[in-house]
């Protein structure tokens, strides 16, 4: 009998989980997929929003000002790439100012200092190739950027220290309450707990209406994105937004935490959840909708193309809290769509003193405070990296030659206490295979280490868990075929 079963391993489920680390409980995530971080969390524009465009009063503005305070000091302690450049909500005709006042009174609303509206010189000094078309734009100094994965990574790993457990391949199929407790139905066996707390993403829709009075609709709504390759000096330090639309935030151009470019996302609602696919129409309305941005955009620096899927409830708002009219112990946060990764601390902080206060949790004696990820290698001065190679020689050894990931860190990467188990888990985790080539050089040595650290036969590593197997047998066996 566990106290606390968390479903889904997003950024949202595991801040819930690191957050009831600091109480004596036994609580343990059940995720469908091969790793944490494998839903939207891990394909997203990892932007902290500073909060001007949701609507003041509701759940999602409160968390996202109360995330976006908090997401500094938690990515410093857990050792997670993050930085404030700013942002610039672009405005291209006359129209285009009332709008954006209404967003700065938004903002004001709900607590975001600096913004202000600017006029075409001062933008165009802040960012000389915007297109020079602007008129105004709404500026937000508080906008910030976070490595959305490795956030979700780092908060599983410190849930893990403090004693949470973590299941992979193992999706949740029903609730329910039988006696004092919950009986959950997965695809690998039954598990009772005290409390439930559901945060599965696309798929929670179908679980809350399983036990809930109120019925939701999630729909699903994806987001395509080219991801550019990092060049010096930037073409942007800034994130540049268009103002919004019912749909979404709109199109984007912005940096990422580790200097790439990323232009998108769409936003098309579609009938399954899990189809991440990418279309040509969905990259050509990006690259349209860029250049009314970034006149000078163009796909020469591309290495991949991806896509993430919203989470959107049809009322729009986050739902979080005791589910509505269900027994007790039943909780969720659902319809988490963006800006869920900004409110992802406010939410775990929140959603984990909710559950541990129902269940009268005592506090951790044990409480470890969370671990920061080392620097990367590739972050390191030379003296940092001479350092690194005498304490282990495994730093000598560079793995990833665009990203230049040691075999010391793809090791690490295996090792931690939510450690990877397929290819994209180590990508995640250490960047390996993220640069230009996209793993075409060094995946193979990837698959070796990952087979080394954890006795996963060799042919059996895959790229992301169960139908994604990289070989399918042995050379010569291929060449008789
Ligand atoms: C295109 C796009 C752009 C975005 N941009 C931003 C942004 O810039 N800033 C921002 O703040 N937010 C952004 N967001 C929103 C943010 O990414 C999400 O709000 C956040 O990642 C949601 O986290 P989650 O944990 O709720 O969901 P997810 O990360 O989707 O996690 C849910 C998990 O549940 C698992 N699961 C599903 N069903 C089951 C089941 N039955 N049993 C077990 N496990 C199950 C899934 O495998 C998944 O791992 C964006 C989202 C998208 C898609």
Redesign the pocket.
């Known amino acids: 009998m566990q106290d606390v079963i968390i ?9 819930i989980a690191q957050r009831l680390g600091r109480y004596s409980g036994k609580v343990l995530v ?4 091969n790793d ?14 500073a909060g001007y465009d949701a609507v003041p009063g509701t759940d999602k503005a409160r968390l ?1 000002t109360k ?1 976006a305070r908090m997401m500094q000091g938690l990515c410093s302690s857990l050792g997670v790439p993050y930085g404030k450049p700013g942002a610039l909500v672009l405005g291209f005709d006359a129209d285009s100012k009332p709008a954006l006042e209404a967003l700065l009174k938004k903002a004001k609303k709900n607590g975001v200092p600096g913004c202000r509206i600017i006029g075409r010189e001062e933008i165009l000094a802040m960012e000389p190739r915007v297109n020079p078309e602007v008129s105004y734009a709404l500026y937000v100094p508080e906008s910030g950027l ?1 490595s ?1 994965y490795e956030l ?1 990574c780092a908060l599983a790993d410190s849930a893990a220290e403090n004693g949470v457990q973590f299941q992979m391949n ?4 029903s609730l329910r309450r039988e006696g004092d407790a919950w009986l959950v139905q ?1 695809d690998r066996g039954d598990y009772t707990s005290r409390t439930v707390v559901n ?6 829709g ?2 809350h209406n399983q036990i809930s009075s109120r019925q939701v609709e999630i729909i699903p ?5 080219y991801l550019l390759d990092h060049t010096l000096p930037l073409s942007f330090q800034m994130t540049l937004f268009q103002l919004p639309t019912p749909m ?2 709109g199109v ?1 151009v ?1 940096p990422t935490t580790h200097g790439n470019i990323l232009f ?4 098309e609602d579609i009938p399954e ?2 189809d991440t696919a990418t279309t040509h129409e969905g990259l050509q309305e990006v690259l349209k909708k860029v250049r009314l941005s970034y006149p000078g955009a163009n796909t020469r620096t591309v290495i991949t193309t991806f ?5 959107h409830e049809k009322g729009g708002d986050f739902i979080i809290g005791a589910v509505e009219g269900a027994p007790e112990g039943a909780f969720e ?2 319809g ?9 601390p406010a939410i775990g902080e929140e959603m984990g003193d909710w559950v541990a206060y129902f269940l009268k949790l005592p506090a951790n004696p044990r409480y470890i405070p969370p671990t920061p990820v080392p620097k990367a290698f590739s972050a390191m001065t030379e003296q940092e990296r001479r350092v690194a190679c005498q304490t282990d020689p495994d730093y000598g050894k560079v793995i990833c030659r665009c990203e230049t990931v040691t075999e010391a860190e793809v090791r690490r990467a295996v090792r931690r206490p939510v450690g990877a188990r397929d290819i994209d888990g180590v990508k995640r985790r250490v960047r390996a295979g993220m640069g230009r080539c996209q793993g075409g050089f060094c995946m193979t040595r990837v698959m070796e280490i990952i087979s080394e650290e954890t006795g996963i036969p060799f042919e059996e590593v895959s790229k992301k868990g169960s139908d994604s197997a990289v070989l399918t047998g042995p050379i010569g066996e291929a060449r008789n075929d």
């Not at 988490?336 to 992802?344: K, V």
């Open positions: 479903i889904g391993a997003g950024v949202v489920g595991c801040a059940l995720e469908a997929a944490v971080s494998c839903g939207a969390s891990k394909a997203n524009s990892g932007i902290v929003h996202n995330g976070v959305p979700t193992t999706r949740v199929k997965t945060c599965a993403g696309v798929g929670a179908e679980l709504r994806r987001g395509q994105y979404g935030k984007l912005t998108g996302p769409t936003a959840g899990e896509s993430g899927v919203r989470a946060a659902i988490i769509e963006s800006p869920g990764l900004t409110a992802a």
